[in-house]
């Protein structure tokens, strides 16, 4: 199957599981529940300057559910074709981006933090940083 046949509509906000107490709510994520993946990878983007924006690639084979954990963001997916803006800003939902979706994202709250679970640990060759390059694959 060629991965890159995604499309925006690929890639779709969950709602986690929340439990409410009056001492503060908690939110779940497991392997097997929300994510179509098991999570290799956790990591947290933090202290986003104002105007700043961050992703700006595609990945070939990782799979990635992004979660405003405080503050707010929007992620910006794009196909090749069509483009959607998903604006997070409730720690009880996340984005999930499938593989060969290219992202940004931008408009960080002051405080703001992107957490991110991703399906493979880090691999250099998974990522593709050139627009141009995401395209062509698009297209073949």
């Excluded at 997916?77 to 800003?89: A, E, P, Q, S, Y």
Aim: a neutral charge; proline letters at 4%.
């Amino acid at each position: 199957m060629n991965r890159f046949v995604s499309d925006i509509h690929s890639c779709n906000v969950v709602e986690l599981t929340k439990i409410h107490n009056p001492a503060g709510n908690i939110t779940i994520i497991q392997n097997g529940s929300h994510q179509p993946f098991d999570v290799k990878r956790v990591y947290y983007l933090y202290d986003v300057p104002g105007g700043s924006e961050r992703g700006g690639h595609a990945h070939k084979n990782l799979y990635q559910l992004v979660v405003a954990a405080s503050g707010s963001f929007d992620i910006i997916v794009d196909d090749g074709k069509n483009k959607k803006i998903v604006h997070l800003n409730r720690p009880n939902f996340g984005l999930i981006i499938v593989p060969g979706i290219w992202r940004e994202i931008v408009n960080f709250s002051s405080g703001a933090i992107c957490l991110v679970l991703a399906s493979e640990k880090y691999e250099e060759n998974d990522y593709l940083r050139d627009y141009s390059e995401f395209k062509k694959l698009k297209n073949s």
